[in-house]
Nanobody, 117 residues
Framework: QVQLVESGGGLVQPGGSLRLSCAAS????????MGWYRQGPGKERELVAT???????NYADSVKGRFTISRDNAKNTVVLQMNSLKPEDTAVYYC???????????WGQGTQVTVSS
């Protein structure tokens, strides 16, 4: 089993920044990719960014150039730095981890990000 705990959400004005962190614990030897997904009001959950154990990253087009994902394998953490935030970034952000080779998904409880003036 893998446990994921997010932190760092909150309320920020448009153009501002937030930093989300996800701490992983448990049976981490099988985890390859980790990342962040979000679910806005009335929307389906969508990919924000992912990063493999080797450091390869993937971003949604809507956040490219504004968000940066990073990972510390020694500390079992993944961080999402969000800059130039827009109201449409408002959502619950979920940390995700995918096991290899089972492709089993693990999810955190989510953290609310609200971008509003």
């Amino acid at each position: 089993q893998v446990q994921l705990v997010e932190s760092g959400g909150g309320l920020v004005q448009p153009g501002g920044s937030l930093r989300l962190s996800c701490a992983a614990s448990g049976s981490l030897f099988s985890i390859n990719a980790m990342g962040w997904y979000r679910q806005g009001p009335g929307k389906e959950r969508e990919l924000v960014a992912t990063i493999t154990r080797g450091g390869s990253t993937n971003y949604a087009d809507s956040v490219k150039g504004r968000f940066t994902i990073s990972r510390d394998n020694a500390k079992n953490t993944v961080v999402l730095q969000m800059n130039s935030l827009k109201p449409e970034d408002t959502a619950v952000y979920y940390c995700n981890a995918v096991a290899w080779p089972s492709q089993r998904n693990y999810w955190g409880q989510g953290t609310q990000v609200t971008v509003s003036s």
